[in-house]
């Protein structure tokens, strides 16, 4: 099947950056788009960033200018670098892409397991 490994959350304080990573591996055949979510406590999950393909970025308002997200097509991973970090940015971060397996079809959204980012001083 496919899974989805995330690497990098912590703490950090504000004004600090953080890298986070994201794998896929398995029966993939190709991969649409690829991104990052955020759940903070007592919210609803809310797209972070998310990269195509081709090469297309979509940003939340809230972390424009601060966050990059970027993609290597030839590894299947995904990186988001978040600098500037806030307080209102902790939250678990959820890895999410859009694979076509070989062993599936459509293709489907898969998720990581979740990484915690807090920013506190």
């Known amino acids: 099947q496919v899974q989805l490994v995330e690497s990098g959350g912590g703490l950090v304080q504000p004004g600090g950056s953080l890298r986070l990573s994201c794998a896929a591996s398995?029966?993939?055949?190709?991969?649409?788009?690829m991104g990052w979510y955020r759940q903070a406590p007592g919210k609803q999950r809310e797209l972070v960033a998310v990269?195509?393909?081709?090469?297309?970025?979509n940003y939340a308002d809230s972390v424009k200018g601060r966050f990059t997200i970027s993609r290597d097509n030839a590894k299947n991973t995904v990186t988001l670098q978040m600098n500037s970090l806030k307080p209102e940015d902790t939250a678990v971060y959820y890895c999410?892409?859009?694979?076509?397996?070989?062993?599936?079809?459509?293709?489907?959204?898969?998720w990581g397991q979740g990484t915690q980012v807090t920013v506190s001083s």
């Open positions: 999410n892409a859009n694979i076509k397996s070989y062993l599936a079809y459509p293709p489907r959204d898969y």
């Open positions: 398995g029966s993939i055949f190709s991969i649409n788009y």
């Open positions: 990269l195509t393909s081709g090469g297309s970025t």
